[in-house]
């Protein structure tokens, strides 16, 4: 039903999908990141992009990937898309050499629980990047 692939963010056309993605799925809640950094996947039902994901090199956290944005379209939601899309980063993340892949959720209950059935566990950086509230989580890949 679901096909999920990494495609180029300094693509034009690949880069306009990301972000109408984003705006459809953070309402304007988050900046839009820089899809030309890292790597990007999208996930098509049929030709429609209904969802995306992106790692990048963590910037607090040697030899880590930063799992930086997951968006889901609402009426995709319950599809298991998000855990898709983390084993496929995930899998990117071991090919680029990293010990670990880690992220952030605040406010976020859905994101949390997907982010506890696909392994990952709360931890405390060494040096907090985001809100007081902000859950952090952390996965070893290699």
């Not at 629980?113 to 392994?119: E, K, L, Q, T, V």
């Not at 405390?124 to 290699?142: C, D, E, M, V």
Request: charged share 20%.
């Amino acid at each position: 039903m679901y096909r999920i692939r990494e495609v180029d963010g300094s693509d034009d056309d690949v880069a306009d999908a990301l972000s109408e993605l984003h705006r459809l799925t953070f309402f304007d809640c988050a900046p839009i990141p820089g899809f030309d950094h890292g790597h990007w996947w999208l996930a098509y039902q049929k030709t429609e992009p209904v969802a995306f994901a992106g790692v990048i090199a963590s910037a607090y956290v040697p030899n880590a990937g930063y799992f930086c944005r997951v968006g889901v379209l609402r009426r995709h939601w319950g599809a298991g898309l998000q855990l898709r899309l983390m084993r496929a980063l995930e899998a990117r993340a071991r090919l680029n050499g990293w010990c670990s892949v880690i992220s952030d959720t605040t406010d976020n209950v859905a994101s949390a629980n997907n982010f506890i059935r696909a392994g990952y566990r709360l931890y405390q950086p060494p040096i907090p990047w985001a809100w007081p509230n902000t859950l952090y989580w952390r996965k070893l890949i290699q």
